[in-house]
RNA sequence: GCCCGGGUGGUGAAAUUGGUAGACACAAGAGACUUAAAAUCUCUCGCCGCAAGGCAUACCGGUUCGAUUCCGGUCCCGGGCACCA
């Protein structure tokens, strides 16, 4: 047997993969198809980070287990490849940024060959490739053409340092997604893709899909679809109306005060209305801070003004403020304020005094004693009393005789009696204290529901909570009839949420703890005139028919998501294939959705894509704002494809999401010089069955691309709406001191490096030993040693290969790691796959002999995470194709082992453990058990109350 | 603040319809082989204890014969969103 030497066995597979297009696929009706995707890499000068390997090698394990599960398998890659970096660094060194992104793709694609993944090498795309940019730039056109891309004159988020404007998604806490400069607001005329008009389809298209919860939660949240009314409050001596937005029309009776925003105020300013110096001088400001973006929550800050709005639900009359917490750009740039039910309302009264309303009730039925609907219900005014001790940290629990029930003193009030004089009498006849220092209020009025056993009936109750502080201890006895019924208990105050009993001890718990005093969620109205005692969600359906049925409101769906801008002043992007035509624009003569709503703007003829940009030794971005194509004039003057007379072409490129948004759809057909792919390949390819990337691209280039190809499938030119079946993450890999790669840090790994010391197979391994592939994750070069051992390993049981058949155990062993080795991969638990296939080669290792049919499968069961070692093994033993063999068959009788380890508990710990036959009875397990030495001297002559067996684990002797 | 994750040995981590906590590896220690070193192999390895046994999965309580797992509460760490009305 030869040394097992990684590199000489990794090339020569390698070069065989290539010479002979193993991985290179043709559409094949015949064959079930499996599309597995990554995020293709940004070629950087910096080259492979140790980052790409792992959702690469990842997507590659099981690319490689679809092709033995017998399916037609596209792995494709390619690079994504315009953007900033390469731009800086072409503008640095004085290159060609193409002739730059040639160099670094060259480089990754030497680094990608030496990991032996199994792409399509056939199909790789570039997105700077005039070939491909070519589609991309005719997509941009069929956005045009349907008026989904227009021009617009708006503040833009502008990073001085990299002179770029950046869409709303690339500005982090007020700074650079990027470069972390802080953003400047400069107004620009931008061209913007109106994805909000997807906005629906994408949120319900998520529903169709498999993502995992965090990409589809984020997605669901930047969407931020809001459900609410539109309503017109009437301003006194005023035929205006002023309109908010609210998501809770059922809170309406609890208005007392119309919060409007800054620029809101001003504009009524614009239209005459005359102000106070004061409010002058608070708009001035409030509006020069607004211009600063910081995300900081700031102290709330407001003034009164001389308006007063009437709440149309009550005919009151409501102050309204100029507040700096209202956003101009939000809604209507006015709220109601209801500072009962709204945390920012409610800070904001607190701050300046204005009146606090209760109008919603929290709601709760006690889940053990819930209502009976064949009982009558009566509806009562209760108190609850929170009773504490009068210098200890204890409060009195009653606990009751008949019921399985601990709570707090409670009670109901009388007919005309003072809830306080309520709790007062409560407490004396329940606990007999009869010295009260104070009596306060808990949270708010609230509604509890319960079916009361020893009345037989429902009980609705007015449910009011107190906090009693006792003087002293001073009592007196118990009647014989309360003592019958409870008895009377101090417990520590930090065991209140231990209590039983009531529905409403969370809230209670949590209100005596955290006074905030206002309630944000559903419940029941009340003070709401004919809505009272209706559940929020009634309340709001009743609520917005009132309003449209009195004219002053209606139903209203917000959204979260605004607009994509799609300019970027930039060189290295593809450029907006668009001219202005002066003349065109005069005629009025549109051809098209767009250009009506962009007048003469004019959209280059598709025949003449790519439209290229001009080669220039000077394309530095400019301080003003404007593209460094503009300068460009040879460039820019050109003739109208609609006229023939003068026009300019647009000089803004577009924003590095655009090549990424339908790369997927290209891979279909790669080379297609007709259409961006052919109708049969995308029929036969899409969707994409699963697709693993950067949880940073949830977000963004998740929500671009399914916009892009839901905008397509409208068209008809793509098969599905929705182009990912299936989204996964991977988790970061951190540098050896636990923090995040960077080369300021110097603890950068170096993959190259790696693999020359411990060969491809060993690191493609470790990657996937690491640990569980969805979290953060240390290098540790250490572990790669141990996984070289591993290997080494499986190399050295050639030695032990013989005729003789294979022992019942290895048989067993080989037949479990089949399962879980096949169970793990699907799941990408591949850390645990790994361990068991180590686990499987040490069982081997203390074989005698091990049978030539045993060692085969370990090898295909590894060839997914090791392919060259595999590959090399495989031809060793007279095999051709270790790729498209069938994946080993598990087989449920072969697993089955002849004994197992019986573990006896007594009382739930495990005292002793017993092998016995895998067959045996209950009966004779129990037999057994009592029969341990162990067992009869914990029973010390007693009989076990009962004993429990579970099949196949253990027996537990309950004594 | 809200929404997701997560908290288990010296380290990375295993363990799901609730059933032997620490699989698999790393590091460490002891030994074998060797002139020596490396490599390899064997053994030990959660904590306390000579042992019997006790204590251990962030913390407190509950349900259960039995809880890392389920329920209630508290604390801490990571990520995302953040005056969105």
């Given at each position: 047997m030869?040394k097992?030497?990684?590199n000489?066995i990794?090339?020569?597979w390698q070069?065989?993969?290539e010479?002979n297009?193993?991985?290179c696929v043709k559409e094949?009706?015949k064959?079930?198809k499996f599309?597995?995707l990554?995020?293709?890499?940004y070629p950087?000068?910096e080259?492979?980070h ?10 590659d394990?099981i690319?490689?287990k679809?092709r033995?599960d017998?399916?037609n ?5 390619g ?5 900033l970096p390469?731009?800086?660094h072409?503008?640095k060194?004085?290159q ?7 160099k670094?793709?060259?480089?990754f694609?030497?680094q990608l060959?030496?990991?032996?993944y ?5 199909r790789?795309v570039d ?22 891309a227009?021009?617009k004159?708006?503040p ?5 340092k990299d002179?770029?404007?950046l ?5 982090v806490?007020?700074?650079?997604e ?5 953003v400047?607001q400069?107004?620009k ?8 008009k997807?906005?629906e389809?994408?949120l ?5 899909v498999d993502?995992?919860?965090p990409?589809?939660?984020?997605q669901?949240?930047?969407i931020?679809k ?7 409050f009437?301003l006194e001596?005023s035929?205006?109306?002023l309109q ?5 029309p ?6 007392t005060?119309?919060a409007?925003?800054a620029?809101?105020?001003k ?12 409010i002058e001088?608070y708009l001035?400001?409030?509006l020069s801070?607004?211009k600063?973006l910081?995300r900081?929550e ?10 007063f709005a ?5 005919g009151k009359?409501i102050p309204v403020?100029?507040?700096?917490y209202?956003?101009?750009g939000v809604?209507t740039?006015?709220?109601m304020a209801v500072p009962?039910?709204?945390e ?5 009264a607190k ?7 209760q109008?919603v009730?929290?709601y ?6 819930p209502p009976?609907s064949?009982?009558?219900t ?12 009068w210098?200890e940290d204890?409060v ?7 019921q399985?029930?601990k709570?707090f003193?409670i009670?109901?009030?009388e007919?005309g009696?003072k809830l306080e004089?309520a709790?007062?009498r ?10 009260i220092k104070?009596i306060?209020r808990v949270g708010?009025?609230l509604r ?5 056993a020893?009345?037989d ?5 007015n449910?009011?909570v107190f906090?009693?502080e ?8 118990l009647s014989?009839?309360e003592?019958?019924k409870?008895?009377v208990?101090?417990?520590p105050?930090?065991d ?5 009993g009531?529905?409403e ?5 949590k209100?005596l ?6 309630f944000c969620e559903?419940?029941v ?9 209706l559940k929020?969600a009634?309340?709001k359906?009743k609520?917005?028919?009132w309003?449209?049925?009195k004219?002053?409101?209606?139903r209203?769906?917000?959204y979260?998501?605004?607009?994509w ?5 930039r060189y290295?992007g593809?450029?907006i294939?668009?001219?202005y035509?002066e003349a ?5 003569r549109f051809?098209s959705?767009g250009?009506?709503?962009n007048?003469?703007w004019?959209?280059?003829?598709e ?5 290229e ?7 530095e971005p400019t301080d ?7 300068p ?8 109208c ?13 577009m ?5 990424s948004?339908w790369y997927f759809?290209?891979?279909t057909?790669p080379?297609n010089d ?9 029929k036969?390819?899409m969707s994409?069955?699963w697709y ?10 998740l ?6 190809n839901e905008f397509l499938?409208d ?5 599905t709406s929705?182009p990912?079946?299936k989204?996964t ?7 050896p001191?636990g923090?995040k790669?960077?080369k300021s ?6 993959p ?6 411990f060969g491809t ?9 690491m640990g569980?592939?969805d ?7 250490n ?8 290997l080494?390993?499986?190399w050295?049981?050639?030695e032990?290969?013989?005729?003789s058949?294979?022992?019942a155990n290895?048989?067993?062993?080989l037949h479990r790691t ?18 068991a296939?180590m686990?499987?080669?040490?069982d081997l290792?203390?074989?005698?002999t ?7 499968i370990?090898?295909q069961?590894?060839s997914?995470f090791?392919p060259?070692?595999?590959?090399e ?15 080993p068959?598990f ?5 089955k082992s ?7 508990q007594?009382?739930g710990?495990v005292?002793?453990?017993?092998e016995v036959?895998?067959e ?10 009592l029969k341990s ?8 002559g007693?009989e ?8 196949g684990?253990l027996a537990s002797?309950?004594?």
């Amino acid at each position: 047997m030869n040394k097992y030497d990684p590199n000489k066995i990794e090339a020569k597979w390698q070069k065989h993969w290539e010479k002979n297009k193993t991985f290179c696929v043709k559409e094949d009706s015949k064959k079930k198809k499996f599309y597995s995707l990554i995020e293709f890499p940004y070629p950087s000068g910096e080259g492979l980070h140790v980052g790409h390997p792992r959702p690469f090698t990842a997507m590659d394990v099981i690319s490689r287990k679809r092709r033995m599960d017998g399916f037609n398998v596209l792995y494709p890659i390619g690079f994504d490849a315009f953007g900033l970096p390469t731009e800086n660094h072409a503008i640095k060194t004085k290159q060609q940024p193409a002739v730059v992104t040639k160099k670094n793709i060259a480089n990754f694609t030497r680094q990608l060959k030496l990991l032996g993944y199994s792409f399509d090498w056939d199909r790789v795309v570039d997105t700077t490739d005039p070939k491909y940019f070519k589609w991309t730039q005719w997509l941009f056109l069929q956005f045009y053409k349907h008026g989904l891309a227009y021009k617009k004159n708006q503040p833009i988020n502008w990073c001085p340092k990299d002179k770029i404007g950046l869409a709303n998604e690339e500005v982090v806490n007020g700074c650079c997604e990027r470069c972390g400069t802080a953003v400047e607001q400069r107004n620009k005329e931008q061209w913007m893709l109106a994805i909000t008009k997807y906005a629906e389809k994408l949120l319900q298209g998520l529903k169709e899909v498999d993502y995992i919860t965090p990409a589809r939660v984020s997605q669901e949240n930047w969407i931020g679809k809001s459900e609410g009314a539109l309503v017109n409050f009437a301003l006194e001596n005023s035929d205006e109306k002023l309109q908010v937005f609210t998501t809770r029309p059922d809170t309406l009776f609890g208005a007392t005060f119309m919060a409007v925003s800054a620029e809101l105020a001003k504009s009524w300013l614009d239209k005459g209305w005359k102000v106070s110096k004061e409010i002058e001088k608070y708009l001035e400001k409030t509006l020069s801070e607004q211009k600063v973006l910081d995300r900081v929550e700031k102290e709330k800050t407001g003034i009164a003004t001389d308006k007063f709005a009437i709440n149309p639900v009550n005919g009151k009359k409501i102050p309204v403020w100029i507040t700096n917490y209202v956003l101009g750009g939000v809604g209507t740039g006015a709220i109601m304020a209801v500072p009962a039910h709204d945390e920012r309302d409610f800070e904001f009264a607190k701050k300046f005094g204005l009146p606090i309303t209760q109008v919603v009730a929290p709601y709760f039925y006690d889940s053990n004693n819930p209502p009976r609907s064949d009982k009558k219900t009566v509806k009562r005014i209760n108190i609850q009393a929170v009773v504490k001790h009068w210098s200890e940290d204890k409060v009195i629990q009653i606990q009751w005789k008949e019921q399985p029930w601990k709570t707090f003193v409670i009670g109901g009030a009388e007919a005309g009696e003072k809830l306080e004089d309520a709790v007062k009498r409560e407490v004396l006849e329940e606990t007999g204290y009869k010295n009260i220092k104070s009596i306060k209020r808990v949270g708010m009025e609230l509604r509890s529901e319960w079916f009361a056993a020893h009345k037989d009936e429902n009980r609705y109750a007015n449910m009011n909570v107190f906090e009693v502080e006792l003087a002293d201890g001073e009592k007196d006895e118990l009647s014989a009839e309360e003592s019958e019924k409870h008895v009377v208990a101090w417990v520590p105050y930090k065991d209140i949420p231990s209590f039983a009993g009531v529905g409403e001890l969370a809230y209670i718990w949590k209100e005596l703890n955290n006074k905030s005093g206002c309630f944000c969620e559903d419940g029941v109205a009340i003070n709401s005139g004919e809505f009272s005692e209706l559940k929020t969600a009634e309340t709001k359906e009743k609520m917005i028919a009132w309003l449209e049925e009195k004219k002053i409101g209606k139903r209203q769906v917000n959204y979260k998501l605004r607009d994509w801008v799609f300019s970027r002043q930039r060189y290295w992007g593809e450029p907006i294939p668009l001219v202005y035509c002066e003349a065109c624009a005069k005629n009025k003569r549109f051809e098209s959705k767009g250009e009506e709503m962009n007048p003469g703007w004019i959209p280059v003829e598709e025949k003449s894509l790519p439209l290229e940009l001009p080669k220039v030794d000077k394309y530095e971005p400019t301080d003003t704002g404007e593209s460094p194509l503009a300068p460009m004039t040879d460039w820019v003057n050109t003739k109208c494809p609609r006229c023939g007379g003068k026009a300019r072409r647009e000089t803004d490129t577009m924003p590095n999401w655009a090549g990424s948004s339908w790369y997927f759809l290209r891979y279909t057909d790669p080379h297609n010089d007709k259409a961006f792919a052919g109708k049969d390949a995308l029929k036969y390819w899409m969707s994409v069955d699963w697709y693993n990337g950067g949880m940073e691209h949830t977000v963004l280039h998740l929500l671009y691309s399914r916009f892009w190809n839901e905008f397509l499938f409208d068209l008809g030119l793509v098969p599905t709406s929705e182009p990912y079946k299936k989204r996964t993450s991977h988790g970061m890999i951190l540098g050896p001191d636990g923090e995040k790669m960077s080369k300021s840090r110097g603890n950068v790994i170096n993959p190259d490096e790696m693999i020359e010391k411990f060969g491809t197979d060993s690191f493609r391994t470790y990657i996937m030993f690491m640990g569980p592939f969805d979290q953060a994750v240390m290098w540790d070069t250490n572990g790669l040693v141990g996984v070289r051992r591993f290997l080494e390993r499986v190399w050295f049981l050639q030695e032990k290969i013989s005729d003789s058949p294979a022992s019942a155990n290895a048989i067993s062993v080989l037949h479990r790691t089949i399962k879980k080795v096949g169970e793990d991969i699907d799941t990408m638990r591949y850390n645990t796959a790994v361990a068991a296939l180590m686990q499987l080669t040490n069982d081997l290792m203390k074989e005698e002999t091990i049978d030539k049919n045993t060692y085969k499968i370990l090898i295909q069961l590894l060839s997914p995470f090791a392919p060259h070692l595999s590959e090399e093994l495989w031809a060793e033993y007279g095999e051709k194709d270790l790729t498209f063999s069938a994946w080993p068959k598990f087989d449920p009788a072969l697993a089955k082992s002849a004994t197992f380890t019986l573990a006896v508990q007594i009382n739930g710990k495990v005292r002793d453990t017993i092998e016995v036959d895998s067959e045996i009875s209950e009966a004779d397990v129990k037999e057994l058990v009592l029969k341990s030495e162990k067992v009869q001297k914990w029973l010390e002559g007693k009989e076990p109350k009962k004993i429990i067996y579970i099949k196949g684990k253990l027996a537990s002797v309950v004594i």
